[in-house]
């Protein structure tokens, strides 16, 4: 598959597969065509040349199925909302758009507050949150819509090392029952809690997570790289 | 004759106050989602080309008030069409059909023969000239308005919120966004019988904002907006009657006089924490 923006190729028959189940870790310098290749798995770009399938369909009829947490949120914080009620936008989709929201909508939020450990701030305000916790809501209102694939873009970017580990924990327990692709610049944190790691850059080179060597960074990143050696 | 005594025996001045309290109704049910989704220019755009189909109607005998509620509905159709077809900016959109509107009902204005204070009274709102058999509509359009919202107030949250992920879970994005357009003409138009066209976004944001510094959800925003809205055009009755002031312009400075000091209050509050 081959995408542009204008003149400009940001992605170069780029192939690129995730299994079921499968938790693949997304890497790259900035603007090397990350967050291009998530919209255009979530079909809010569309190839120039080669497609797109996912779960067998097209982007946009698997759309449901795709939970997604964009690198920033797309919100003003001061819109009059509570955490729960951010949660609960996640189930949009899932039962009838009309009315006010069916009890059961509202039940199946409570496992996924659980999951991603927010209950304690249900009743918050998103304008009294911290960035952490903001993530975390937008992690559990993607989870939310039960989907079978998750796409996370850099959901560890405001966050310190201790959520960063957590949150990793999080995504490599998802992936046993849903496929996770998450975007990450922590080469550390990737290698230790992902199956793969895929490279890109324009194009793409898909590495097993042994493989990832000094050489094959400074690859992909077309610049002299620090490697420096985490103890987790 | 103070406000309370001359309410119980003058009709006028009953159906004056009912008008300001659907129009408040509207106001409140509306304005939050103006306020938050930033479209109060919107607003003003609209109100403006009202000038357009109350001209026109007029000219052609036709009832004035159909006239707004045809050339609001259209105006915000149009604004919604060529916005999300991006043919070009809304801003200068708005900013051109405010002008257009304005300049065809002046036209047709002009043209229309006879005497002209049923108009004059919608430019500048005359809340004591509403007659009794406009009370009803209005009555019933506000409950349409009520019933709608009850029924698109979820998705239509979800689109103001973060349209990019509503749009992914499959929300109707496009309508919603033309349903809210076509909701704010039809607010707007209800608004000029209380308040008058120059002061319509007043009734629309003053409200709303007042409550968006309380109210922690959007659906009690609504609630908090309806019942300032109900206490600022009561209040602001009962003042210009005995003071014998205008009483749109009464209405509005009661309206901004509370808007100021629940900022005031919200901002010392929020330096003592």
């Known amino acids: 598959m081959t995408f542009r923006y204008g003149e400009q190729v940001i992605l170069d028959s780029v192939d690129f597969q995730v299994g079921a189940r499968e938790i693949v870790g997304l890497i790259g310098p900035n603007g090397g065509g990350k967050s291009t290749l998530l919209k255009l798995v979530l079909g809010l770009l569309k190839p120039v040349s080669g497609c797109v399938q996912v779960l067998g369909k097209s982007p946009s009829a698997a759309a449901r199925h795709i939970g997604y947490v964009p690198q920033f949120a797309n919100f003003v914080k001061r819109f009059p909302i509570r955490v729960e009620d951010v949660v609960l936008m996640g189930r949009q989709g899932r039962s009838r758009h009309w009315g006010p929201w069916p009890r059961a909508d509202r039940e199946a939020i409570e496992a996924v507050l659980e999951e991603v450990d927010i209950s304690h701030l249900r009743r918050r305000h998103i304008d009294a949150l911290s960035g952490g916790q903001l993530q975390r809501v937008l992690i559990a209102r993607a989870l939310a819509a039960e989907p079978r694939l998750l796409l996370l873009d850099e959901p560890t970017a405001s966050v310190d090392s201790d959520g960063e580990r957590s949150l990793f924990e999080l995504f490599h327990r998802l992936a046993n029952r849903m496929s996770v692709v998450v975007i990450s610049h922590d080469l550390g944190f990737i290698s230790d809690y992902v199956d793969r790691v895929a490279c890109l850059n324009r194009q793409m080179v898909i590495h097993d997570t042994e493989a990832l060597t000094a050489d094959s960074i400074e690859k992909l990143y077309g610049d002299h790289v620090h490697m420096i050696h985490h103890h987790h | ?273």
């Not at chain 2, 019933?140 to 979800?158: I, Q």
């Not at chain 2, 003071?243 to 009464?250: K, R, Y």
């Open chain 2, 1 to 273: 004759m103070n406000f309370i005594t001359a309410l119980g025996s003058q009709d006028f001045l009953q159906n004056a106050l009912f008008t300001g309290l659907l129009a408040s109704i509207a106001a409140g049910l509306v304005g939050p989602y103006v306020v938050v989704r930033r479209i109060g220019y919107l607003a003003g755009g609209i109100a403006h080309t009202v000038l357009a189909g109350m001209g026109i109607a007029y000219f052609l005998g036709a009832n004035p008030l159909m006239g707004a509620f045809v050339s609001a509905i259209l105006a915000a159709l149009l604004i919604g069409y060529i916005s999300l077809k991006g043919f070009d900016q809304e801003d200068t959109v708005i900013g051109a059909l405010w002008a257009i509107g304005m300049a065809t009902g002046i036209l047709f204005i002009s043209q229309t023969p006879g005497y002209k204070v049923d108009l004059m009274s919608y430019l500048f709102g005359n809340l004591l000239l509403v007659p009794a058999e406009a009370i009803s509509m209005l009555a019933w359009v506000v409950g349409g308005l009520a019933l709608v919202l009850l029924v698109v107030h979820r998705p239509l949250t979800a689109v103001i919120f973060d349209e990019e992920f509503a749009r992914l879970r499959g929300v109707p994005v496009k309508s919603l966004y033309l349903l809210l357009l076509v909701l704010v003409a039809i607010t707007v138009v209800l608004l000029l019988q209380a308040v008058g066209l120059i002061m319509v976004l007043a009734l629309l944001s003053l409200p709303a904002a007042l409550a968006g510094h309380h109210a922690r959800s959007l659906g009690m925003m609504i609630v908090v907006a309806s019942l300032a809205a109900m206490a600022f055009t009561t209040g602001g009755l009962a003042i210009s009657w005995q003071f014998d002031l205008p009483a749109g312009a009464t209405i509005v400075l009661v309206a901004g006089i509370a808007y100021l000091v629940s900022l005031v209050w919200r901002s010392t509050r929020g330096q003592r924490r």
